[in-house]
């Protein structure tokens, strides 16, 4: 089944270091989003990609870092420069159409 | 002010009921419109995708725009226990996959009992 696959579901961190999220997507689709998703605020953009080896800092990308070497991965790193990192985070991919946008499961990273 | 608004509830009927959920927004370069359902700790998954003003349907499931109010709605039909969850409204100025930033509201929390 196609889909997207975030690793791990949950992840703890100690302050101070940096940590990175997987997403690996099998739906041959061009573009990937990382979201984050805080109680009472809704999901805010954090970096996209369209293309292999292009990517551009979403609303809010400080303390944050991607890379984007093939067109299935997209991993994010959370560095120690993140102020408040405990968050739910959500990566997503679309197609350049109106079939939407296909999320993954999320990871729950917890500071501590 | 929020570029997209949305009542956080939560909202509590009962089974078989009809249901409205409910988005404003400002930006009047929204042209794409979207309702996600997301269950509790898993990811968002799309419901519907519309495109400009007007209606559309799938099952038991409405989607109205109307860009001259700046206002969307999805509407659930006979609800079921199973349609429990926080429904996501989202928009853009383009379609999925450009540059296109996707502005999403807060989220509804719903709960249909039995």
Same mark, same amino acid.
């Given at each position: 089944?196609?889909?997207?696959?975030?690793?791990?579901?949950?992840?703890?961190?100690?302050?101070?270091?940096?940590?990175?999220?997987?997403?690996?997507?099998?739906?041959?689709?061009?573009a990937m989003y990382w979201y984050r998703q805080d109680p009472g605020q809704g999901l805010r953009l954090?970096?996209? @990609?369209?293309?292999?080896?292009?990517?551009?800092?979403?609303?809010? %990308?400080?303390?944050?870092?991607? @890379?984007?070497?093939?067109?299935?991965?997209?991993?994010?790193?959370?560095? @120690? %420069?993140?102020?408040?990192?405990? %968050?739910?985070?959500?990566? %997503?991919?679309?197609?350049?159409?109106?079939?939407?946008?296909?999320?993954?499961?999320?990871?729950?990273?917890?500071?501590? | 002010?929020?570029?997209?608004?949305?009542?956080?509830?939560?909202? !509590?009927?009962?089974?078989?009921?009809?249901?409205?959920?409910?988005?404003? =927004?400002?930006?009047?370069?929204?042209? $794409?419109?979207?309702? $996600?359902?997301?269950?509790?700790?898993? +990811?968002?998954?799309?419901?519907? $995708?519309?495109?400009?003003?007007?209606?559309?349907?799938?099952?038991?499931?409405?989607?109205?725009?109307?860009? !001259?109010?700046?206002?969307?709605?999805?509407?659930?039909?006979? !609800?079921?226990?199973?349609?429990?969850?926080? =429904?996501?409204?989202?928009?853009?100025? +383009?379609?999925? +996959?450009?540059?296109?930033?996707?502005?999403? +509201?807060?989220?509804?929390?719903?709960?249909?009992?039995?």
């Open positions: 089944d196609g889909g997207i696959t975030q690793s791990p579901k949950y992840l703890f961190r100690k302050e101070g270091q940096n940590v990175t999220l997987s997403c690996e997507q099998n739906l041959n689709h061009d954090i970096y996209y @990609s369209q293309i292999v080896n292009d990517f551009q800092k979403g609303d809010i %990308a400080e303390g944050y870092s991607v @890379s984007r070497e093939k067109k299935e991965s997209f991993p994010l790193t959370v560095t @120690s %420069a993140q102020k408040n990192p405990t %968050a739910f985070y959500l990566c %997503a991919s679309s197609m350049r159409d109106l079939n939407g946008y296909t999320f993954g499961s999320g990871t729950r990273l917890t500071v501590v | 002010q929020k570029e997209v608004e949305q009542d956080p509830g939560p909202l !509590s009927v009962p089974e078989g009921a009809i249901v409205s959920l409910n988005c404003t =927004y400002s930006n009047s370069a929204f042209q $794409y419109f979207m309702w $996600y359902r997301q269950y509790s700790r898993k +990811g968002p998954e799309l419901l519907m $995708y519309t495109y400009s003003s007007g209606n559309k349907e799938d099952g038991r499931f409405t989607a109205q725009v109307d860009k !001259s109010s700046k206002y969307i709605s999805l509407f659930i039909r006979d !609800s079921q226990p199973s349609d429990s969850a926080t =429904y996501l409204c989202a928009m853009s100025r +383009g379609p999925a +996959g450009t540059a296109s930033k996707l502005t999403f +509201g807060t989220g509804t929390r719903l709960q249909v009992t039995l």
